[in-house]
């Protein structure tokens, strides 16, 4: 696992910012007690758009890095895929936003749920590599065991106040 | 030097010589801060400088701009911000410095510091204040280079403020120059060289530097009438031509239209920016030659950006639009009947919103100054559009109500506007059909804002309250007479929405009235109900007679009036007499005890309140409340109207409550009582919430009701204890009506006052957090909430009791009830830390089953408070 911070200057220091979509509008549907509501793409991005990005004061969203049509659910299989795409094609930090993604998942999501989290194909020079580590298990499970690590990853999924 | 003035003048100059020494070579921010004070009383009280003017400067300018950090921990609690306060008024205290200071100011200006720029500019805007042209005349083309440069050039949003501030400053500073015939005006030449640099930056096509530019041209226009002059009459024509330049969007290519739009726009904004500027010294100075000059292209202007298909240009139309109208005397007959068209279009017939809004904004503001062009035109095309209007265009029929209701702002025009929706109120009563309650709804919502609108307008207010009351009155009459009420067509009128609806019409028409017309009206209004005497309505041959107050089946629909009258006879003022008050406080006692239908039963009881809570203090209320008292007793214990009695009680005890009458303990005895009782328990509980909310029809300041401070505070120390001793006592079935009602009170009460009530009734909501009843379950989260967030400390020791109840709520059935336990799950979290670690893993586990939860909203709060559990005592938190 790539550690954050190695060098102090930022390797991509002026991002292009985009803009935040609004809070998801309750409809009356939502408001019904009765009717039960699929868990769709939309949901999934509600979850992960706020992130915060490890260097910047920005989140995930603003910088692009994850986007709506990049997520794909399916409730009756239990099944979610999403891909984020790092903000230049060699940042150093996409293993751990890749983590920060996926501990989010799992912590906001019922445990039937197989969460798969890759870059999008073509953005990352290292894009195999990451993929395989984020895919692996027992090696998300080590890295949350680093506390220098799951403190940077708690900072990313930390409310921002 | 305070008390020994005198003596310290005599000594003349050696005086301030020996102070400079001293002063000299000082470093303690406190003694500098003294210092400071000492020259400037020095300067300010006429002590002899001499010829040590320039080495008093010295002494004190040396340390300007100041840049003093306090040290951490500093006890003395000086900030850099009193340095500089202190230091700038003794720069700015006389204008012998001037020839010191102004150098320095600029070599600040041109450093790179911004905080020393900053500091240089504000300084500046401070000495103009006290300057003459004089002072200023050598350095005016340093200054003005200085200035322009960072308002050209800044990166920050205060520094160009403070510039802009300072060029107004010197040009207002300049203006105040006593001109003779044959000096040189500095003035008119300062303000040439403004122009000369700015000018051509508004007609360079890329834009960039047209905001600088128009901001400084602004900045210095709004300095004086006279500047303002100078700088429009040359401004003002270049704008227009530039504007005319910039052609219409229709006949460029599709990817260049936008871009002219988008510039016209930016150029109608600055122009906006000018016209508003005259505002600032008001109109009796107010030659517009400038202005005249302009106006047949400024209309033009207006005109073009009014009918240009960009909605953004249209916006900033109105609004130079509404600018130009409130000028005096500046648009002629013809413009202002072409601008009223041109509103009047956007209102009926532009698609968008956003103008159409616009434009009804403004027919109000500048109706109240032309109302003539606006009764002429613009209303008599709503009108029009409003009879011709056809069954699918309801966004159209809407805009004309609401547009008729924004323009009412002037009484001659509310002369025009209350029949036009008076008609049309007829005509949808004759042919009401069930599909109408919405544009009956939409109706009344502009009769409303009208009446809300003529309140403050002594001639409006009795107008309209002479001419929309009786014709309400008179249309619910029609219908309620018919024979078979409840079935004929008009009903819309007598359903219990379209009743409700004219409540906040008839109360707003009432509130304000002169003492005069208040007392004439309530003389036709009791009458009209006690005796059926409908002479003052309009077509008054009904049927048959009124009598709201008989017994009899038929009379059903005439009861339901009764709420009209509350509506009126609640708002009037404490002091106007009601004619018939005895016999009409029995009527409706009578009615609201006995009556079927409960409609009609609250709007009398209601009505009862409302007079009883304004009623003087006497033997002759004591005589209505033990009338009252005697019918609740009866009522209350036995018999077919046990709601209506209990209803009927609620409101005369919020009544007494709110004014702080002795009765009222006793009253609310009884209320607190009827909890036990099993029929009526839910109802008395949910009646203690009527108690301390507000009504939105009666009994609240708007309508002049008797409101003591703090009575929900007196309420809950008077009673809570009772409420926590009666639920103890009661039976286990009835125990929820106790934390029902205790749960209502609290939510009404300030958080303040809660928090300290807390420790005494913390075991009591912890019950009620066990109670079957999703109301109370819910309640009680919703007080607790807060609590977590702002008393941790007072719920800490009780953590594993709200663990544990909060958990088991999240399965509640309720949505509402599982989404709340959530929410004080999240707030858990902000009861210290260590106290709550031991239950971190049981949490997180059992949030695991609401992340599944099949409602969204609240699978959403467990993702919160679940994220936020995870952090709990987790590095990077």
């Not at chain 1, 890749?98 to 194909?121: A, M, N, Q, Y």
């Not at chain 2, 305070?2 to 000082?26: A, H, N, P, W, Y």
Request: charged content about 20%; aromatic content about 4%; some cysteine.
């Amino acid at each position: 696992m790539v550690g954050p911070g190695l060098g102090p200057a930022l390797e991509n220091a002026n991002p292009l910012v985009f803009r935040r979509s609004g809070e998801r509008p309750v409809t009356a549907r939502e408001e019904d007690d009765d009717l039960p509501d699929a868990i769709d793409d939309r949901e999934i991005f509600d979850l992960i758009r706020s992130i915060n990005d490890p260097e910047h004061p920005l989140t995930l969203e603003e910088l692009n890095v994850v986007e709506q049509v990049r997520v794909k659910v399916n409730d009756a299989e239990s099944t979610v895929a999403v891909e984020f795409t790092p903000t230049i094609p060699h940042c150093s930090m996409a293993t751990l936003i890749g983590l920060s993604i996926k501990v989010k998942l799992i912590r906001s999501l019922p445990e039937r749920f197989k969460v798969d989290v890759h870059i999008t194909p073509g953005t990352h020079i290292s894009e195999h590599a990451v993929n395989k580590q984020l895919a692996d298990k027992e090696r998300v499970a080590a890295a949350l065991e680093n506390s220098h690590l799951l403190e940077v990853v708690n900072q990313c999924l930390s409310a921002r106040s | 030097m305070r008390t020994r003035e005198e003596e310290l003048k005599s000594l003349g100059t050696d005086f301030t010589f020996g102070f400079i020494q001293v002063m000299d070579g000082e470093k303690d921010p406190r003694n500098l801060l003294v210092a400071f004070q000492i020259v400037r009383d020095l300067v300010l009280k006429g002590y002899a400088l001499g010829p040590f003017v320039e080495e008093l400067f010295e002494v004190t300018s040396c340390y300007f701009p100041i840049d003093f950090t306090p040290p951490p921990n500093d006890p003395h609690g000086i900030q850099r911000e009193d340095l500089i306060v202190s230091l700038r008024a003794v720069l700015a205290s006389t204008p012998q410095f001037a020839e010191f200071l102004l150098p320095l100011l600029i070599e600040k200006m041109d450093s790179e510091l911004q905080s020393a720029k900053l500091d240089a500019v504000q300084t500046l805007s401070a000495c103009c204040a006290i300057y003459g042209p004089k002072e200023l005349q050598a350095f005016l083309p340093s200054l003005w280079a200085s200035l322009r440069r960072e308002v050209f050039q800044t990166a920050s949003e205060k520094l160009e403020a403070e510039c802009l501030g300072a060029l107004t400053a010197l040009a207002a500073c300049l203006s105040h120059a006593v001109l003779h015939a044959d000096t040189h005006d500095l003035l008119d030449a300062f303000l040439s060289s403004v122009l000369k640099d700015c000018r051509h930056h508004l007609c360079e096509p890329d834009m960039k530097l047209v905001w600088p530019s128009a901001k400084l041209l602004q900045a210095a226009a709004s300095a004086s009438l006279r500047a303002y002059h100078h700088i429009a009459g040359s401004v003002l024509p270049l704008l227009l031509e530039q504007y005319n330049q910039h052609p219409q969007g229709c006949n460029l290519g599709p990817v260049l239209a936008p871009l002219q739009s988008s510039q016209r726009r930016t150029i109608l904004e600055m122009l906006l920016g000018f016209l508003e500027l005259p505002q600032k010294w008001g109109h009796e100075e107010g030659d517009e030659t400038v202005l005249l000059d302009v106006r047949g292209p400024l209309c033009s202007v207006v005109s073009s950006a009014l009918t240009d298909p960009s909605v953004q240009l249209q916006v900033v139309g109105v609004r130079v639009l509404t600018v130009l109208g409130t000028l005096p005397g500046l648009l002629v007959a013809s413009d202002l009947d072409l601008a009223v068209d041109h509103l009047t279009r956007l209102v009926l017939h532009e698609e968008d919103p956003q103008s159409s809004m616009a434009a009804m904004e403004a027919s109000g503001t500048l109706a109240p100054a032309h109302p003539g062009a606006f009764t002429d035109r613009m209303v008599r095309a709503l009108a029009q559009e409003l009879q011709t209007e056809r069954a699918d265009e309801g966004t159209r029929h809407q805009r004309c109500l609401q547009a008729l209701a924004a323009v009412s702002t002037h009484p001659s025009i509310v002369r025009e506007t209350v029949p036009v929706l008076l008609q049309h109120l007829r005509d949808l009563q004759r042919g009401s059909e069930p599909g109408d309650t919405g544009k009956m709804a939409s109706l009344c919502r502009s009769l409303h804002r009208m009446a809300v609108q003529s309140q403050h307008d002594p001639e409006s207010c009795s107008f309209y309250h002479r001419a929309v009351v009786p014709c309400l009155l008179g249309l619910a009459l029609q219908a309620a007479l018919q024979e078979d009420a409840l079935l004929a067509p008009g009903k819309a009128l007598l359903e219990e929405e379209a009743l409700t609806s004219m409540v906040p019409i008839i109360s707003a028409a009432s509130t304000h009235l002169s003492p005069e017309l208040a007392v004439q009206s309530a003389a036709l209004m009791v009458p009209l109900f006690l005796d059926g005497d409908v002479s003052f309505l309009p077509q008054n041959s009904f049927p048959c007679s009124f009598q709201p107050f008989q017994d009899g089946l038929c009379l059903a629909a005439q009861r339901r009036l009764v709420i009209l009258l509350m509506a009126f006879i609640c708002s009037l003022p404490r002091n106007v007499p009601i004619p018939q008050q005895d016999r009409l406080l029995r009527e409706l006692l009578a009615l609201s005890c006995a009556c079927d239908c409960p409609f009609a039963a609250t709007a009398a009881a209601k009505c009862f309140a409302g007079l009883v809570n304004k009623h003087p203090e006497g033997a002759q209320l004591d005589e209505v409340l033990q009338l009252a008292l005697n019918r609740l007793e009866p009522g209350l214990a036995e018999g077919p109207h046990r709601t209506q009695a209990l209803g009927l009680l609620l409101w005369v005890t919020k009544a007494l409550v709110l004014r702080y009458h002795p009765l009222s303990s006793h009253l609310t005895d009884k209320v607190l009582a009827l909890l036990g009782d099993t029929e009526l328990g839910p109802a008395a509980a949910e009646g203690l919430g009527l108690l301390l909310g507000d009504a939105p029809d009666v009994l609240h300041r708007g309508c002049h009701a008797d409101v003591r401070l703090m009575y929900r505070q007196r309420f809950f120390t008077d009673n809570v204890p009772r409420l926590v001793q009666g639920f103890h006592a009661a039976h286990s079935d009835v125990k929820a009506n106790y934390l029902k009602g205790l749960s209502h009170v609290l939510n009404h009460l300030p958080k303040p006052v809660l928090v300290t009530e807390l420790p005494t009734l913390l075991p009591l909501l912890l019950e009620a957090l066990s109670c079957l009843d999703g109301g109370v379950q819910l309640s009680t989260l919703r007080c607790l909430q807060p609590l977590l967030l702002e008393a941790p400390r007072a719920l800490s020791p009780h953590g594993d009791t709200l663990v544990t109840k909060f958990l088991s709520l999240t399965d509640s059935p309720t949505m509402a009830v599982r989404i709340a336990a959530l929410r004080c799950i999240h707030a858990l979290t902000s009861l210290p830390t260590p106290g709550l670690l031991p239950y971190k893993a049981r949490v997180i586990r059992a949030l695991a089953k609401p992340l599944d939860d099949k409602k969204r909203l609240v699978r959403k709060e467990a993702v919160v408070a679940r994220g936020e559990w995870f952090l709990l005592g987790s590095p990077g938190r």
